[in-house]
């Protein structure tokens, strides 16, 4: 697992939106990139952080951050959990795992004691030239915009 720390070039990546159009990092040079890792879409935790990350967006929006959501769900799932919650931000289809496994989220987990392969919860951000400014390992999903709007106050 890649164990990638606040100062590194991000990885690049390829994937689509829950609108079918391909997304690159590249694509998202020149502007602070909120990138957030989730499980899986309309889950109990993986909803109260869209919900949050989606009420906090205009005052992240005028911090210049952009919001970009990954997770191993499809193109049409992702489109349903943006219509059903009114996300007003990107989600990438991350069906093969490989933008999840760039960033060292695709891990081992365990649930009544059994394993298996899944998404480590986990945001990223990425400045505007490309290099990781701050990571969350420890999201509190209900209030996860804030969590990053106060990291940059202290």
Known sequence: MTQLQVGDMAPDFKSTTQDGEQLTLADLR???TILYFYP???TSGCTLEAKSLRDGKA????MGFRIVGVSPDSEKSHRNFCDKHELNF???ADTDH???EAYGVWAEKSMYGRKYMGVLRTTFVIDAEGRIEK????VDTK???Q????????
């Not at 005052?59 to 005028?62: D, P």
């Not at 990571?135 to 420890?138: A, C, G, M, N, W």
């Not at 969590?147 to 202290?154: H, L, M, N, T």
């Open 90 to 92: 990107t989600l990438l």
């Open 135 to 138: 990571i969350f390992t420890k």
């Open 147 to 154: 969590q990053i709007i106060d990291s940059y106050k202290q």
């Open 98 to 100: 490989s933008v999840c």
């Open 40 to 42: 899986k879409d309309n």
């Open 143 to 145: 209030n996860h915009y």
């Open 59 to 62: 005052e992240l929006t005028r």
């Open 30 to 32: 020149g502007q602070r």
